[in-house]
Each structure stands twice: as structure tokens, then as C-alpha cells.
């Protein structure tokens, strides 16, 4: 610029015309959005918000004043400019609009009747409304088998798809995935799935919910339900921990449907698969009435009688499980309590003021020992998904996002691709993040608090046989800079077989090193951060309160001393013990040792060991508030009843405390979110009064929320069904009454002594380093009352990095012997460059080639920080 020359105004906003009224619009906005705004709809099919536009489907056709006169312009592709005159609905646009929906409609099969899309169709509803009534095509229409089956759970009607090319764009744009794409030419160009590969993937029914013709539907609610019979209510899915925003649908007490809402904090609109449709899994299956299968419903309280588990009545099952409590809380640390972070807020509260006032007892354990202190986690400084999602850089040090938080991961991979921002990885095993990452640093077990320091200290080195160069190391601190101002770090618990305390020690270094960066806890577990703000955990009070002297033990410390007989009794809340441990035989040995009372909603191994089954209701059966990774506070909502007997967490918490002689001063979820929200602060009744559906970040300011208007041609089969319990899905919303923050103490970081160091021991140069890492597809509970998901499962095999298999003489497909500490083990062995030099990487909850939980645990010894393995061909 020449010295002394004007400064170009930059304008923050440009007029437009809109069917001759006069609006405000910002600088590349596009018309479709802008027209809207004015309250004049433009038909749409290929258009979606949270797509970038290509203007395919040409529906959305509008005059636009140019040099030459008004010309026909695609309203979802065209961007503003100031003085720009657009006209909506004169004829010159319906005829176009018109013509279009002719052609669309001149090999469209008029099978409406039996179209799982019917009642809820965007070519239905504006064929009604811009269309001719009636066709000049008497030709015979184009005919495909139908339908074919894409994937495990998608089918495809390629006679119905009108080419919009929004699930291929999904694919390709948001989740990243390849195996659909457009193949052929003219009248037959279709939707085609890989060769190679079906469409498996994570996020494959979002392809379903979006597409505004019927020619992809979902296996599992093909058929099951028409439209106008559901009834809906908004609701938090708690499938993991990112807290998705859900219009949950029913019909006749069955849970047919969930769909995604677009929340703009959240989750955009999308879910992944195992959120969708585990719905099975809820509703049970009938005649299933073993309460030691996973896929079985407990109706009826249960009580041990002659080593048989019978049904008993609700008043005989308090009495004998409070009689249980109360004899082992009269010794000294003798009874606890371990899960919860399945419940809601309000059924944690309950059952930490029932535990720790009703049996004396500070042993609470939400997380079953497998993620991180939660007093540490609490009392780093925090950051939200969005500030994530828009970091100048982002720092993971965690599992596979895409298969612990496959949401997080869609956030996360789009500030990546379409914001450029960087993107550095701590590397303990295979992720999908991996492609778009600026950095990758390989890090073995037991290393990770290592490459840290060093990552830490301006001029930090590691050891020459490390995984990590300097070369990563000096790119990693450069993208941070000097404080970390603009950094986000993802951090949670990327190993099973290792200590916490290795990555406690890494992340408490990194907090110290960068005082301007912010951190977000990546622990998966539903609603495991409103489990520990409520205090079910050790040193944790409700309201994130802290209290050094509450010093309870941990899960496997309560397991220890179930065994050694120092602890009599366990409490288990929700969930089966014996699937979320590595140390299986530990457990058992530990459950045989004691007496039992469990408290969930379905069946599993852990039962055979219970003396006292209490049935409680589980997700969409409950009323309440639940708190996602982040810290926001969103309403849950029940949709059907639980079944048979089934109570609500918090009745059943405040009844056994009444068989105990006590009471716990709450008889009802909306007494116990009140009771919260007086004595913490923390936001829980206002929540579920409040209008606002995008709910508080706990800690932060309460903005104004503007939820984005609900499209009913982008997310269809929401707005067309009963919306009772969604509110007004439009314009501001906001409650004065809803509480930002908590009354109570909350640790800093030099109180809590997590993360003060660990002592790894000897690294076996020649042995490998045990990784157990989290898959979506588990062998857990919902994926095995699933039976739609059961062929996903994640198989056990043992992956290797290339260098290892050839020092080993090994080949993917070789069977190999491990020497584990419980005796050798086969597995197969399969190539995986992901996995770092050193590391023997497997699943969690996999199965073997028959289906049968495979043998990751048996690899694992509890009694190390890091478990070291030697392998022998078999």
C-alpha cells in the first residue's frame, strides 16, 4: 500500500433485496440462508447447513439481478454482495422449480405407501407444494433390484435417489470415510459402495436421517413404524460421554427411532451408530428372562435363595439388601460402592448421600478404575468441545477419538480439514486422526510422562532408542509456542494395561509448562463427569466440591480388600463389574469373597454373584440432567416406561436409605435436582425447567443461545412427528434461573496429588509393551442386547508395528503365543504401522473367530504400572 493512502473499509455487513423488502446480511452468505431469514422459504434438496453447498440438485433456483437483467441462479450456492436483488416467487422461478420436480419425479417410483420415508419426505412434501399435480412422462420408469444391502446396517432403493449426493458428501466431507461414491453416467448414475469395502461406518446413519428420499433406510427400523404414529420428546443420548442432543421417538412404550438434533454446541446434528440404534438393548428382548445374559431386562427385584437368584417382592429386596449394608458398614471400611456413570446427576447425588451419610462409608468409584483422578480432572483449566473445535492447535493425548467419542471426533476433524489448524498427536496406537495430524509422536507404554518433560523444556531430549525424534519434538513446540495461548489438549486414558498415574505425571507437566492452554477430559463413559461432580469418587463432594480427607479406595483397592476380607460388602451401580475390569479373575475371586447388592437395569455375568438384584430404569426411561465431557449440564428425558417393576435411581436410593432406619430427605428426581441446586449451586432443576435445550457449561458464563432454526428438509422426521418435549426449536433461548457455576471448593492443581511422578521401572528392551485400548464395538452390554450391531463387533487380534513383526519373523495371519502373567495365550497377529515400535496393541471387549469374549484380559497384570510381554511363534 502507498504511504498516506486511505484505509479500505472492510464491511461487516451488505444490503440485499429480497422480493423488494430491504435486509442486512453478512459478506458471503449465502442467498438460501439469507432468504430464509427475510421468511421466505426456497425449496432445497441437495442443500444441507452443515455441508458445503454444491448445487447440484438445482431446486433452489432463484432471479438474481445481474449485468444482464434477472437470470436463474442457484439460491444454496450463490454468496451475497452488497446491492444484490433477489426475487423468490415469481413465475419465472416456479416454472423453473416446477420443471425440475417434473424431471426429479420422471423415474421416482410412486411407492409412498410403503416408503419408510413416507409421512416425512422432502420430496413428498415439496412436490406438494411446488409441483404441478401432475407429470407429462408416460415412458417406463428405470428398475433396479431392490434393495441391496451397502453395509451392516444400511440398505440403498437405488430406483428412489434423485442424486442430491448429501450421503456421499457426509462421507466424504464430515465423517471421512470413502466406501460410498457416484458411479455411472446420465439415468444411470447411482449411489455404489466400495468394492472392497461395505459401509460400515462409524456414522453411516447419518447418511439415513438426512437423505430426503426414501432410497437409504436403516436396517433396524425399516418397517417397524410409520411417522404420523411416534411420539417424541428431546433428550441427551448417554450411548458416551459427548453428550448429543436427541429427538428420541416411540410408539406403543417401544423405542423405535433416534435422531439427531442439531445442537450448535454439541453435535451438529450427528450421532454415530452405537447412539442410534442400540435402541434394542433398552427395550429388551421378550421371552429373555435370564438375568445372567446382557440382553436381558430386569423387571423384578432378585434375591439369592438356596445360590439361586429368585424374584421377590420390592419391600422383601430393601429389607435384605439394607440388612447387608448394615451389618458390613458396622465394621470399620467395610463396605462401597463402585459405578454410577451410568446414572443422571440426581441418581449420583442420591447414591453418594446414601453411601457416604446412610453407611458411613468414603469408598466410591464411578469409573472403575480405568480413567483419571477425578479431583486432577476438575481442577484443570478447562476448555468446551467448540473451543476444541476451533483451537489454533489441538493436542491429543488419549485413544482413538473416532472409537472412544466418535462426535468429538466429527468436531474435531472438521476444524482440521476445513480451519487448517494443527493438530499434534501423542501416539499409543491406531487412530483417525492420524491422517490429518501435523505432528505424530509414537509413544510406548510407560513413556508418555517422558515425552512430555521433553516436549516441556525448551531444549528437552529423549532417550535414542525413544519412539519420538527431536525432530517431532522441536515441530510439537513450535505450533505451541511459549505459553500455549489458543492450545487445547485432549487428554483421558489411551491405556488400560497402564498405570493412570504415567499419564496424570504427562498431563500435569504439560499444565505446568503451558499456563495459557486449556484442557478437555476425553473420558468415555456417559455420564462419567457428572458422577464425579456429584462426588462418586475419591476426595470429590457434589458440586465438584473437594475434601482432602475423604480418601476412599479405587475400585481395584476395593477389590483387594474385598479379597483379603477388610471390606464385606460392595454396592454395584449400574453396569457389569466383571465387563469393565481387566483383572477378571481378581474380580471374581473378589465378588465370591463378599456380599453383593447391585443396583442396574440389565442382566449380566456380575449377577451370578449378587445376593440382591434391585431393577432400575436405564436411558430414555428416566427423567433428570447429565453432564458430557465438557462440563454442560443438558436435560434427560423419558420417553417410555421402565419395564415391569423398575424404579428410577434416585426412588430406589431413597427407600433402601428409609430400610436403613434413615432418610435421605429426597423421595423424587425434581426434589433431588432442587436439593442440588440449593445446597452446590450446581445447575440441575433449572436445567430441567429451562426452555433452552443447549443447557450450561458448568464453570462458565451463561451466554444467550441461539439455536439454529430446525430444517426440516436438512434433518427430516423430526418436525413432522409429534414434538412434544422439544420446545420451540427456533430463535433465542435462554433462563435468566439457570446457575453457571457451583458454591462449592473446587481443588487447584497444586492441592490434588495426582500427577506428581510414577516410577515405570525397567523397560525390557526385547519384550513389548502391553496396550489396551477402547473400541465403540465392544462386547459390552448394549452391543450384545443389540443383535443389528453384532456382527460389528471389534475381533481380538494382536497388532504390531512392521519393525517388530520382522525381528519376531512374524506375518499378519501367524498365530502367536503370549506369556502372559495368568499363563500363555494364542492370538492372531495382524500388521499395524499406527501401533508404536515396542507395543503389543489389542482391543478391550473384543471376541475371538467364535464369537466368544476374547482373551485381552488374561494379558493384563495389575500388579505393575506397565505390563510387559514376550511373544513365541506357534
Not at 493512502?5 to 461487516?12: C, D, I, N, R, S
Not at 439460491?75 to 420436480?101: P, R
Not at 446412610?358 to 486432577?376: C, E, P, R, T, W
Request: glycine letters at 10%; proline letters at 5%; hydrophobic letters at 40%.
Amino acid at each position: 500500500m502507498t504511504e498516506g493512502a486511505p484505509l479500505t473499509e472492510v464491511k461487516t455487513s451488505v444490503t440485499v433485496s429480497v422480493n423488494g423488502r430491504s435486509i442486512e446480511a453478512a459478506p458471503g452468505e449465502l442467498v438460501i440462508e439469507v432468504a430464509e431469514r427475510a421468511g421466505h422459504y426456497v425449496p432445497r434438496f441437495c442443500y444441507h447447513p452443515r455441508m458445503e453447498p454444491v448445487g447440484m440438485c438445482r431446486m433452489c433456483l432463484v432471479e438474481v439481478d445481474g449485468p444482464r437483467g434477472p437470470t436463474l441462479q442457484p439460491a444454496c450456492y450463490i454468496k451475497v454482495n452488497d446491492g444484490m436483488s433477489i426475487i423468490t416467487d415469481s413465475e419465472k422461478v416456479k416454472k423453473a422449480q416446477d420443471g425440475v420436480l417434473e424431471f426429479l419425479l420422471a423415474n421416482h417410483p410412486l411407492d409412498c405407501p410403503v416408503c419408510d420415508k413416507g409421512g416425512e419426505c422432502p420430496l413428498q412434501d415439496q412436490t406438494l407444494a411446488h409441483g404441478s399435480g401432475e407429470t407429462r412422462f408416460i415412458e417406463e420408469k428405470r428398475h433396479f433390484v431392490k434393495p441391496i444391502e451397502i453395509g451392516e446396517l444400511v440398505l440403498l432403493d437405488r430406483e428412489r435417489c434423485i442424486q442430491c449426493a448429501r450421503c456421499t458428501r457426509f462421507s466424504a466431507e464430515v465423517s471421512g470415510d470413502t466406501e460410498i461414491a457416484f458411479s455411472g453416467r446420465g439415468d444411470l448414475i447411482e449411489v455404489a459402495p466400495s468394492p472392497t469395502e461395505p459401509f460400515d461406518s462409524t456414522f453411516s446413519g447419518n447418511t439415513v436421517q438426512i437423505c430426503p428420499v426414501g432410497a437409504l433406510t436403516a436396517k433396524p427400523y425399516r418397517f417397524t413404524a410409520r411417522p404420523w404414529d411416534l411420539e417424541q420428546v428431546e433428550s441427551t443420548c448417554t450411548t458416551c460421554a459427548v453428550g448429543c442432543r436427541v429427538a428420541v421417538q416411540s410408539s406403543g412404550n417401544r423405542l423405535t427411532r433416534l435422531l439427531g438434533v442439531d445442537s450448535e454446541p454439541v453435535n451438529h446434528g450427528w450421532l454415530c451408530d452405537k447412539g442410534r440404534f442400540t435402541l434394542d438393548a433398552i427395550d429388551g428382548h421378550e421371552g429373555d428372562v435370564d438375568p445372567l445374559r446382557a440382553s436381558s431386562r430386569i423387571r423384578q427385584p432378585l434375591v439369592r435363595e438356596n445360590g439361586t437368584l429368585r424374584e421377590a417382592t420390592w419391600g422383601e429386596a430393601l429389607s435384605r439388601a439394607a440388612s447387608i449394608l448394615q451389618d458390613a458398614s458396622s465394621t470399620p471400611n467395610g463396605v462401597g460402592a463402585i459405578g454410577g456413570a451410568a446414572l443422571t446427576n440426581e441418581g449420583a447425588f442420591a447414591w453418594e448421600r446414601f453411601v457416604r451419610g446412610v453407611l458411613s462409608s468414603d469408598h466410591l468409584d464411578a469409573q472403575y478404575d480405568d480413567g483419571l483422578d477425578g479431583a486432577f480432572i476438575q481442577a484443570l483449566p478447562a476448555a468446551t468441545i467448540d473451543d476444541a473445535a476451533h483451537a489454533r492447535v489441538v493436542v491429543t493425548l488419549t485413544g482413538d477419538i473416532r472409537e472412544e467419542l466418535p462426535v468429538l471426533f466429527l468436531r474435531l476433524r472438521e476444524n482440521f480439514v476445513q480451519r487448517k489448524n494443527s493438530l499434534i498427536e501423542f501416539t499409543f496406537g491406531p487412530s483417525a486422526l492420524r491422517s490429518l495430524a501435523t505432528v505424530s509422536m509414537p509413544v510406548r507404554p510407560g513413556e508418555a510422562h517422558v515425552v512430555a518433560k521433553a516436549l516441556a523444556t525448551s531444549d528437552g531430549k529423549v532417550a535414542k532408542d525413544s519412539t519420538v525424534t527431536d525432530a517431532q519434538l522441536d515441530a510439537a513446540r513450535r505450533l505451541i509456542g511459549e505459553n500455549g495461548d489458543g492450545v487445547v489438549f485432549i487428554v483421558g486414558r489411551p491405556n488400560m494395561a497402564e498405570s493412570a498415574s504415567v499419564l496424570e505425571t504427562a498431563i500435569r507437566t504439560l499444565a505446568e509448562a503451558f499456563p495459557a492452554a486449556t484442557f478437555l477430559p476425553a473420558l468415555r463413559r456417559a455420564n462419567v463427569r457428572g458422577a464425579l461432580d456429584m462426588g462418586l469418587g475419591p476426595r470429590l463432594r457434589p458440586g465438584r466440591g473437594y475434601d482432602e480427607k475423604c480418601e476412599g479406595r479405587r475400585t481395584l483397592e476395593q477389590l483387594e480388600a474385598m479379597r483379603t476380607g477388610q471390606q464385606t460388602a460392595v454396592l454395584l451401580l449400574g453396569g457389569c463389574l466383571l465387563g469393565n475390569v481387566l483383572d477378571v479373575e481378581g474380580a471374581t475371586a473378589a465378588l465370591e469373597a463378599a456380599k453383593v447388592v447391585v443396583v442396574t437395569g440389565h442382566g449380566g455375568k456380575t449377577l451370578a454373584y449378587a445376593d440382591v438384584v434391585l431393577p432400575a430404569a436405564v436411558q430414555h426411561e428416566r427423567h433428570g440432567t447429565v453432564t458430557n465431557i465438557e462440563g454442560r449440564v443438558t436435560n434427560v428425558t423419558a420417553k417410555i416406561v421402565p419395564p415391569g417393576s423398575a424404579w428410577p435411581d434416585v426412588a430406589i436410593a431413597a427407600e433402601l436409605a428409609e430400610a436403613c432406619g434413615q432418610s435421605l430427605g429426597i423421595d423424587s428426581v425434581q426434589l433431588c435436582a432442587k436439593v442440588i441446586e440449593e445446597t452446590t449451586g450446581y445447575p440441575a432443576l433449572s436445567i430441567m425447567n429451562d426452555v433452552s435445550d443447549e443447557g450450561v457449561v458448568v464453570g462458565h458464563a451463561k451466554e444467550r443461545v441461539e439455536r439454529r432454526p430446525l430444517d426440516p428438509m436438512a434433518f427430516p422426521g423430526i418436525r413432522s412427528t409429534n414434538t412434544v418435549g422439544l420446545g420451540e426449536l427456533t430463535g433465542a433461548l435462554v433462563s435468566d434461573s439457570v446457575h453457571a457455576g457451583t458454591t462449592q471448593t473446587i481443588a487447584t492443581l497444586d492441592e490434588v496429588a495426582a500427577g506428581r511422578g510414577v516410577d515405570v521401572g525397567h523397560f525390557d528392551a526385547y519384550g513389548l509393551g502391553l496396550n489396551i485400548s477402547r473400541r465403540l464395538y465392544d462386547h459390552g452390554i448394549m452391543m450384545q442386547g443389540s443383535p443389528a450391531l453384532a456382527n460389528l463387533v471389534a475381533k481380538t487380534t494382536a497388532l504390531l508395528n512392521h519393525f517388530d513383526l520382522d525381528r519376531l519373523g512374524l506375518a499378519t495371519g501367524d498365530e502367536v503365543q503370549v506369556n502372559a502373567p495368568s499363563g500363555p495365550i494364542s492370538l492372531p497377529v495382524a500388521m499395524n504401522d499406527d501401533t508404536p515400535r515396542g507395543t503389543l496393541g489389542v482391543v478391550f471387549g473384543g471376541v475371538d473367530a467364535d464369537g466368544n469374549d476374547g482373551a485381552t484380559a488374561k494379558l493384563y497384570d495389575p500388579s505393575v504400572v506397565i505390563t510387559q510381554l514376550k511373544l513365541a511363534t506357534t
